[in-house]
């Protein structure tokens, strides 16, 4: 892989190689070219001449290729083979690895990451006790084939997706346009999952699944990704479609290819190789797709007119319409139409000559077969560092759906490199990687970290120590159902996270992109209304006043004592709490302070409600809202 270096040019970064072959315009260096497009203002069809033998050099682009794992000098530290390269990289930095974490934390860890669920104090003393050797990698199995596993994996997923179930404009009761079956798309993604689908056959099957023959019945509705994207009103109109093909192309393109393509809708893009007739290339693929609401719970002969508009026995997917090719949309104004684009794949990936798709269709097969295929490289790249980025806290590419010349370097390249090499090798095997990466030191390192002079940021960024993660809005809601003994594992039809009868794992509340559930916008989960690169994480006073007003909270404090055996004591009701919600029982001051909160001179034991208000405390905790 070729060496790169940052640059910084009128504010824009970017990486760029020697400027003696990373030139991309009429020869001019990427930095130069970068320039010239911010300062140009008019734009017409014609799209900008490329050298693409030098635009192929860009790293993110290049051919796979296996890589030989490095020589290190800590002997006996790897326990698999991506410890060789971190090791590697903190040997060159002159750091050393954190500690092992305990096998408390460890476990906590483990459980949360793999299901997005707590482990029990029993559970945790229980592994404590087993001194097999592999006590560790059983559980991690076990963890593998549990169906929370599909359940934490999508709760990644669907933000990339933009997942939700109404549209952001209704007006009135207007819900013509809403998705109430829109739960058969992610119990497929669960399902996905925790079978291990291929992640190519998941490509496949998302962008294409009813374009294939073989195609199963239940996986019919895995083009829900494009089908459950935004719909506007007049949809007759050319520039009312051309913003759902925008956001089409947008979704699909950044999600599993981890480019900006919509940015060329107006122009070539500004700083990639990607021109305006990559773009409508692309969007003529969805301008011949249409969103459809098929028959799937019932046979299609028996389904009425009246069901299909009424959305019961349907799923909302996309079926081919009349394959067209678009033309150029000069400045992204429809009324000003350029030359005809054939349905194609990128330039940048083709090497500048790309093949148009000829087939009858919208080309939507040709489209997933040209991200799908082994030969993409983009596509391994960009989803390992995403399972990357959810296990270890941040992606070895810090912009997980940018990987062009805006995006960032990856901190790790061969790193990055192997394990993207290696996924393809082993079959696109989804928990094959997850199962290296958990079983791996750098994984069980501790979170406190030992490499002395150095900031933890620095440290956690070159893998030298876990950092410290929230827990997502997810975690802590089913956190604090299952300690209270409520949780209720089932799926189906979505039900809004207020009803005070929802008991079911967060996943299963309805997301709204008219107005986000508040608890879900307090505690940052994504807007609905676009793709989702990563989280963003905000403290604010409002999620501690959710925390100490929610009914839902309350209910859950006061359903954990309400079989804490308070009979015993107050000292052994105070341990069983901390066992409960913590993981651990309490230390001396925490005794202390608690027993002193629950002093009371009027009644022998004291009052539920004060018990119920410990409880919330601990809810409240950092120590349960971050994981170490």
């Given at each position: 892989?070729?060496?790169?270096?940052?640059?910084?040019?009128?504010?824009?970064?970017?990486?760029?190689?020697?400027?003696?072959?990373?030139?991309?315009?009429?020869?001019?260096?990427?930095?130069?070219?970068?320039?010239?497009?911010?300062?140009?203002?008019?734009?017409?069809?014609?799209?900008?001449?490329?050298?693409?033998?030098?635009?192929?050099?860009?790293?993110?682009?290049?051919?796979?290729q296996?890589?030989?794992a490095?020589?290190?000098?800590?002997?006996?530290?790897?326990?698999?083979?991506?410890?060789?390269?971190?090791?590697?990289?903190?040997?060159?930095?002159?750091?050393?690895?954190?500690?092992?974490?305990?096998s408390?934390?460890?476990?906590?860890?483990?459980?949360?990451?793999?299901?997005?669920?707590?482990?029990?104090?029993?559970?945790?003393?229980?592994?404590?006790?087993d001194?097999?050797?592999?006590?560790?990698?059983?559980?991690?199995?076990?963890?593998?084939?549990?169906?929370?596993?599909?359940?934490?994996?999508?709760?990644?997923?669907?933000?990339?997706?933009?997942?939700?179930?109404?549209?952001?404009?209704?007006?009135?009761?207007?819900?013509?346009?809403?998705?109430?079956?829109?739960?058969?798309?992610?119990?497929?993604?669960?399902?996905?999952?925790?079978?291990?689908?291929?992640y190519?056959?998941?490509?496949?099957?998302?962008?294409?699944?009813?374009?294939?023959?073989?195609?199963?019945?239940?996986?019919?509705?895995?083009?829900?990704?494009?089908?459950?994207?935004?719909?506007?009103?007049?949809?007759?109109?050319?520039?009312?479609?051309?913003?759902?093909?925008?956001?089409?192309?947008d979704?699909?393109?950044?999600?599993?290819?981890?480019?900006?393509?919509?940015?060329?809708?107006?122009?070539?893009?500004?700083?990639?190789?990607?021109?305006?007739?990559?773009?409508?290339?692309?969007?003529?693929?969805?301008?011949?797709?249409?969103?459809?609401?098929?028959?799937?719970?019932?046979?299609?002969?028996?389904?009425?007119?009246?069901?299909?508009?009424?959305?019961?026995?349907?799923?909302?997917?996309?079926?081919?319409?009349?394959?067209?090719n678009?033309?150029?949309?000069?400045?992204?104004?429809?009324?000003?139409?350029?030359?005809?684009?054939?349905?194609?794949?990128?330039?940048?990936?083709?090497?500048?000559?790309?093949?148009?798709?000829?087939?009858?269709?919208?080309g939507?097969?040709?489209?997933?077969?040209?991200?799908?295929?082994?030969?993409?490289?983009?596509?391994?790249?960009?989803?390992?560092?995403?399972?990357?980025?959810?296990?270890?806290?941040?992606?070895?590419?810090?912009?997980?759906?940018?990987?062009?010349?805006?995006?960032?370097?990856?901190?790790?390249?061969?790193?990055?490199?192997?394990?993207?090499?290696?996924?393809?090798?082993?079959?696109?095997?989804?928990?094959?990687?997850?199962?290296?990466?958990?079983?791996?030191?750098?994984?069980?390192?501790?979170?406190?970290?030992?490499?002395?002079?150095?900031?933890?940021?620095?440290?956690?960024?070159w893998?030298?120590?876990?950092?410290?993660?929230?827990?997502?809005?997810?975690?802590?809601?089913?956190?604090?159902?299952?300690?209270?003994?409520?949780?209720?594992?089932?799926?189906?039809?979505?039900?809004?996270?207020?009803?005070?009868?929802?008991?079911?794992?967060?996943?299963?509340?309805?997301?709204?992109?008219?107005?986000?559930?508040?608890?879900?916008?307090?505690?940052?989960?994504?807007?609905?209304?676009?793709h989702?690169?990563?989280?963003?994480?905000?403290?604010?006073?409002?999620?501690?006043?959710?925390?100490?007003?929610?009914?839902?909270v309350?209910?859950?404090?006061?359903?954990?004592?309400?079989?804490?055996?308070?009979?015993?004591?107050?000292?052994?009701?105070?341990?069983?709490?901390?066992?409960?919600?913590?993981g651990?029982?309490?230390?001396?001051?925490e005794?202390?302070?608690?027993?002193?909160?629950?002093?009371?001179?009027?009644?022998?034991?004291?009052?539920?409600?004060?018990?119920?208000?410990?409880?919330?405390?601990?809810?409240?905790?950092?120590?349960?809202?971050?994981?170490?």
């Amino acid at each position: 892989m070729q060496p790169f270096k940052q640059c910084s040019v009128q504010g824009a970064s970017l990486y760029a190689g020697a400027a003696s072959h990373r030139t991309v315009r009429h020869g001019i260096p990427w930095a130069l070219c970068l320039v010239q497009l911010l300062q140009t203002s008019a734009w017409s069809e014609t799209t900008q001449s490329y050298d693409w033998e030098a635009a192929t050099q860009f790293w993110s682009v290049q051919p796979m290729q296996s890589v030989t794992a490095p020589d290190v000098h800590l002997a006996g530290w790897s326990r698999q083979r991506l410890d060789f390269f971190v090791l590697s990289t903190l040997e060159e930095k002159g750091l050393q690895p954190s500690e092992a974490a305990s096998s408390s934390a460890l476990l906590r860890r483990l459980h949360y990451d793999l299901t997005g669920l707590p482990v029990s104090f029993g559970d945790v003393q229980s592994f404590l006790r087993d001194d097999a050797p592999d006590a560790y990698e059983r559980r991690v199995e076990q963890l593998l084939e549990s169906p929370q596993f599909g359940e934490r994996m999508a709760s990644m997923w669907l933000p990339l997706a933009r997942y939700a179930e109404d549209q952001a404009h209704q007006v009135g009761a207007d819900a013509s346009h809403a998705y109430p079956n829109a739960y058969h798309y992610r119990r497929w993604v669960v399902d996905a999952f925790n079978r291990d689908l291929a992640y190519d056959d998941f490509i496949r099957l998302q962008l294409a699944g009813d374009l294939y023959p073989h195609t199963e019945h239940e996986d019919l509705v895995a083009t829900g990704f494009i089908g459950l994207g935004p719909k506007y009103y007049n949809r007759g109109r050319l520039d009312v479609k051309a913003e759902e093909w925008a956001d089409q192309v947008d979704t699909v393109m950044r999600t599993f290819q981890g480019l900006t393509v919509a940015c060329a809708r107006c122009h070539d893009h500004k700083s990639d190789p990607i021109t305006m007739e990559d773009y409508y290339g692309i969007a003529g693929i969805f301008a011949s797709t249409e969103l459809v609401n098929r028959a799937y719970d019932k046979p299609a002969d028996k389904v009425t007119k009246e069901d299909l508009k009424s959305h019961r026995f349907t799923a909302h997917v996309v079926k081919e319409g009349t394959a067209k090719n678009l033309p150029i949309f000069i400045r992204g104004n429809v009324d000003q139409k350029g030359r005809i684009v054939d349905r194609r794949f990128l330039s940048w990936l083709s090497g500048g000559h790309p093949k148009a798709f000829n087939s009858r269709g919208s080309g939507r097969r040709e489209l997933a077969e040209s991200i799908a295929t082994p030969q993409n490289p983009l596509t391994s790249r960009v989803y390992v560092n995403r399972l990357w980025s959810l296990f270890f806290g941040q992606g070895l590419v810090r912009t997980p759906s940018n990987f062009g010349l805006l995006g960032a370097f990856p901190t790790h390249p061969e790193l990055l490199e192997d394990l993207a090499f290696r996924f393809i090798q082993g079959g696109s095997s989804t928990k094959r990687l997850v199962r290296e990466m958990v079983l791996s030191s750098t994984y069980r390192q501790s979170s406190r970290n030992a490499s002395a002079g150095m900031g933890q940021e620095t440290d956690t960024r070159w893998l030298a120590g876990m950092p410290r993660r929230r827990l997502s809005v997810e975690m802590w809601r089913d956190t604090l159902l299952m300690l209270s003994g409520n949780l209720q594992f089932e799926g189906g039809p979505s039900i809004e996270l207020d009803d005070p009868q929802n008991m079911r794992r967060t996943l299963y509340g309805r997301v709204s992109r008219l107005k986000l559930n508040d608890l879900l916008m307090q505690m940052d989960y994504p807007d609905a209304n676009v793709h989702a690169a990563h989280r963003n994480q905000t403290t604010t006073p409002l999620q501690k006043l959710y925390a100490m007003n929610s009914s839902f909270v309350l209910h859950q404090s006061d359903s954990i004592v309400a079989d804490l055996a308070l009979e015993r004591g107050v000292q052994e009701g105070i341990h069983t709490l901390y066992r409960r919600c913590l993981g651990r029982g309490p230390n001396t001051s925490e005794r202390t302070a608690a027993a002193a909160f629950l002093k009371t001179d009027a009644k022998p034991y004291p009052d539920i409600r004060r018990w119920a208000s410990l409880a919330q405390v601990l809810f409240m905790s950092n120590e349960m809202l971050y994981l170490d």
